[in-house]
């Protein structure tokens, strides 16, 4: 497996408050700005085929506008009911006043 770093966003796009969602390659993915540091996940919830980028952050915590469930935005992690699959989560990082995202990639 090889990974691949993508070109996705201006920094400038993500702000602290609003995730933001974005194509890359076919894939919507979710940006959000937490404490400086960005992170990127699938933006479709797992349990009710919700967008993520329209639900609500608070810290760390992405919550689904469907039915409340919230997963944290730096591992993917479902956090409570009525979620039971996580979703996935990518490396991001901000190289000037771009935003980048790794896919890994099966070789």
Same mark, same amino acid.
């Given at each position: 497996m090889s990974e691949r770093w993508l070109d996705? $966003?201006?920094?400038? =796009?993500i702000s602290d408050d609003t995730?933001?969602?974005a194509a890359v390659e076919g894939k919507e993915i979710a940006l959000?700005?937490? =404490?400086?540091a960005v992170y990127a996940t699938d933006n479709? $919830? *797992?349990?009710g085929s919700a967008r993520l980028c329209d639900g609500f952050l608070e810290g760390h915590e992405i919550e $689904?506008?469907?039915?409340? @469930?919230?997963?944290?935005?730096?591992? @993917?992690?479902a956090l409570c009911a009525p979620l039971t699959a996580d979703i996935q989560a990518y490396?991001?990082? *901000?190289e000037g006043e771009r935003v980048?995202?790794?896919? =890994?990639?099966? *070789?």
């Open positions: 996705v $966003c201006a920094a400038e =796009d995730p933001l969602a959000y700005r937490v =404490d400086g479709l $919830c *797992t349990h $689904c506008p469907l039915h409340q @469930g919230r997963f944290d935005v730096r591992n @993917g992690r490396p991001a990082r *901000t980048f995202v790794r896919f =890994d990639i099966q *070789t």
